[in-house]
């Protein structure tokens, strides 16, 4: 997780050409956030939207405080949780913005990360995922136009 993946970084670029918060507020979930890039930028460019940064990785609650830290970002607007998104805390409730990238890379993630997104979505949520067109990209496609 711990490097800048050109994934995420072609998310930022997108969030940076069509701003979230063209309708209001949002409630913004980043699963599988690594480094977080994208949920950093967010916190830097929005206004009136909450942020919530997730990976289960037991090393990136570490970088994602020092990130903050040398970014001056007020905890106010983003936080960071730890989440399995094979085990989704329903206690999170649901976003209105759901993005993740580079998070497809096992042969199990389309489902699981499928079934993730539709657990923490809501029937008119944006779905944001970045993927370098891993293997896995399709059935993941696949498995969301399931749904």
């Not at 994934?7 to 701003?19: I, M, Q, V």
Request: proline letters at 6%; one cysteine or more.
């Amino acid at each position: 997780f711990g490097h800048l993946w050109p994934s995420a970084r072609g998310l930022c670029e997108h969030l940076a050409k069509y701003p979230i918060e063209s309708s209001g507020a949002q409630k913004v979930i980043e699963v599988g956030c690594g480094l977080a890039i994208p949920s950093l930028y967010l916190a830097q460019h929005v206004k009136l939207s909450k942020i919530l940064a997730t990976d289960f990785h037991p090393e990136v609650s570490a970088f994602f405080e020092e990130n903050v830290r040398l970014n001056s970002i007020s905890p106010d607007r983003l936080s960071y949780r730890e989440l399995n998104w094979r085990v989704p805390d329903s206690s999170l409730g649901k976003f209105s913005i759901v993005m993740g990238s580079d998070i497809l890379y096992e042969k199990q993630h389309p489902s699981e990360v499928a079934d993730a997104l539709e657990k923490l979505a809501r029937h008119d949520s944006k779905i944001l995922i970045a993927d370098p067109v891993r293997p896995y990209l399709q059935s993941f496609v696949d498995e969301m136009k399931a749904r």
